[in-house]
């Protein structure tokens, strides 16, 4: 999973966050709606800490995580389209500050200071190439083989570390089956079978990876027997 952060600079974003007009969203708690799918695409989101799930929900509350946003990171990047409506929700996933830059104020200081423009587009290239590649996984590998690789782009993304080892995921088995486009039945059946080799541990609304190198090690062994069938 290849980072799309924006990295902008201390300055910059201490003078954009400070800007008048920019607000801090809340409530930020777990499961807080920041904007929903059909609603005014007027906005630009920046996340100084937290994660952030952009989503489609479809019948009967089936949910498809389109993808996880974490710290130093732009969203909401529809607002600088010709759309005037969001195609995806979002949702507070781990609590964290989360800034609300309406789209003209964003232009404007984007225009006083040219480099952010190319900071913007390096991160949409960077976020379609994310997409392409979870197109690529949910049609080319099986189950195991996407909760091995996402479990090891996680952890080192927006995994805390328990130790010198361990990495803690806060994703539940259900957020986690839906970012991987499978049903909770196959994707926990799936975790437990890691676990039982020893890869992972499963915890409250949390995923551990036991060796991050070890269950790299497990995705690229897997994908080679794939390969080799």
């Excluded at 607002?79 to 003209?104: F, H």
């Excluded at 010198?164 to 799936?190: F, M, V």
Aim: proline letters at 2%; aromatic letters at 6%.
């Amino acid at each position: 999973m290849e980072s799309t952060q924006t990295s902008l600079t201390g300055s910059v974003r201490s003078e954009l966050l400070h800007l008048d007009g920019v607000s801090k969203f809340s409530p930020n708690r777990r499961f807080a709606t920041i904007f929903s799918e059909g609603s005014p695409a007027d906005s630009i989101f920046y996340v100084e800490s937290g994660l952030v799930k952009l989503f489609k929900r479809g019948e009967e509350s089936k949910e498809i995580i389109i993808d996880i946003v974490s710290s130093g990171a732009l969203f909401g990047e529809q607002a600088l389209s010709a759309e005037t409506t969001r195609n995806v929700a979002a949702e507070v996933l781990q609590e964290g500050a989360i800034y609300m830059i309406p789209r003209d104020l964003f232009v404007r200081f984007c225009d006083d200071h040219p480099q952010l423009w190319r900071q913007v587009a390096e991160f949409l290239v960077m976020h379609k190439r994310r997409l392409e590649r979870k197109i690529e996984l949910l049609c080319l590998q099986d189950v195991e083989y996407r909760i091995l690789y996402y479990l090891a782009e996680l952890a080192g993304t927006v995994g805390s570390r328990l130790n010198n080892q361990e990495s803690s995921i806060p994703l539940s088995q259900g957020e986690l089956a839906s970012l991987i486009g499978a049903t909770r039945e196959t994707t926990s059946t799936t975790l437990n079978a890691l676990a039982r080799r020893s890869l992972i541990r499963l915890g409250r609304r949390q995923l551990i990876v036991i060796s991050l190198d070890e269950v790299r090690s497990a995705a690229k062994n897997h994908g080679a027997r794939a390969a080799g069938k």
